[in-house]
């Protein structure tokens, strides 16, 4: 009977990653962001993201959108706050609330980051307080034909434990749902 039991959790799991993968891929091939512009992976207990995709504007509309922080809770999907504390200069302290969803696991998240802008060719932030042990993150718009190429690169140290198989599936996911909605709405205001 225990073989059973360990058989059917094994069949479970293995149904549970097949039914992450199939969902990734689904979103992927609708999203303007393509999932293999999008690496997660792990340096210790830092989860490491690095996305590499096309903005159909120029550098400064794509800036302009990525830093609207004020705004952001609306166009970007799980973002429920999103405000600048502070400015001082191309210094900003922004707090953000939001939630990261995949099938049946959530999870609610909140930081205050700091925010120094190299207007319009650079973004670097840095956790301050929140749900991260560490929170850094580097962003660049390099202009190209049509447009400009957005590198993005952050390491992440949640306080909280992700499960090691729904982790990487479920920060590519939100990556890919937040950059997809930047990219639309730059779309929109163009």
Same mark, same amino acid.
């Given at each position: 009977m225990a073989h059973r039991s360990a058989f059917s959790a094994g069949y479970w799991w293995a149904t549970f990653i097949a039914a992450l993968t199939l969902a990734g891929s689904a979103m992927a091939q609708a999203s303007s962001v393509q999932a293999e512009s999008i690496k997660v992976s792990r340096s210790g207990p830092a989860y490491v993201v690095d996305a590499d995709f096309h903005s159909p504007a120029g550098a400064d509309l794509t800036f302009e959108v990525f830093t609207d922080y004020d705004h952001m809770a609306s166009y970007v999907p799980n973002l429920g706050v999103s405000e600048i504390m502070e400015k001082s200069g191309t210094l900003w302290k922004v707090h953000q609330k939001g939630?990261?969803?995949?099938? &049946?696991?959530? $999870?609610?998240?909140?930081?205050?980051?700091?925010?120094?802008? =190299?207007?319009? %060719?650079?973004?670097?932030?840095?956790?301050?307080?929140?749900?991260?042990?560490?929170?850094?993150?580097?962003?660049?718009?390099?202009?190209?034909?049509?447009?400009?190429?957005?590198?993005?690169?952050?390491?992440?140290?949640?306080?909280?434990? &992700?499960?090691? $198989?729904?982790?990487?599936?479920?920060?590519?996911?939100?990556? =890919?749902?937040? %950059?997809?909605?930047?990219?639309?709405?730059?779309?929109?205001?163009?």
């Open positions: 939630t990261l969803k995949l099938s &049946l696991f959530s $999870l609610d998240m909140e930081s205050v980051r700091e925010i120094r802008l =190299a207007p319009p %060719f650079a973004i670097d932030s840095r956790g301050l307080t929140g749900d991260f042990k560490r929170l850094e993150s580097h962003t660049t718009f390099e202009v190209e034909s049509g447009g400009v190429r957005v590198h993005y690169h952050a390491e992440s140290e949640p306080r909280f434990p &992700l499960p090691p $198989l729904v982790g990487p599936a479920l920060i590519r996911r939100q990556v =890919a749902e937040q %950059f997809t909605a930047m990219l639309n709405e730059i779309q929109k205001r163009q």
